[in-house]
């Protein structure tokens, strides 16, 4: 029976290599995974789409969950929201008076945070596999 | 004074501010020809909804 071998061809790990700034690029501001790629429309919709939810999240005071968290929604909580990448740091500005789930809209705006980086962490990974040739 | 921003819309709007976002952002990634991101992004709106306000209704009983 014949072995069949798979040899790493140096396309393939320059590739993966460029695929993974892709993925990490687009993790840090929302869309610019797709915009390296040349995907303008995902790009552009991926960037407004987050924003919107960081920005209303905000707005609506929910609460953006931060490293100390005391247990482990927190601590999920927290990776969600840093799924954001650098509109986390844009979203504790816009949170100048900090979070308010006393009422029901601040506890829509913790849902539209956490959504926003699990959001951005699907299209950080849409962009990565885009990069590799799978799909588009 | 307060510098930060203040949103106060309605547990409607939220839904519908949600949903919307999130279908928009589905269809953009899920499909790449116009129509069929249409298709997608107005398909998903309404599953979305139906969805949410069908729960709605359902925890209607137990509310009070």
New interface residues.
Partial sequence: MAEQTTVARPQDSRRETLAVIVAVAGWLVPGLGHALLKMW??AL??FV??G??V??G????GNLFRSTGNDAFDSLGYLADLGTGTFYLAAKS????GADVSH??GD?GT??LA?AGV?NL??AL?AYEAARGRK? | MSAGLAFKISHLQAMLLFALVISVAFGFLARRRPVDRVKYIVWSLFLFLLIGVGIGWAMYPFSR
């Fill in positions: 429309g995902r919709t991926c789409t987050v919107v939810l920005i209303v905000a707005g609506m005071r816009l949170e100048a008076d029901a809209g829509y849902r539209f959504t959001l699907l299209v849409h588009a």
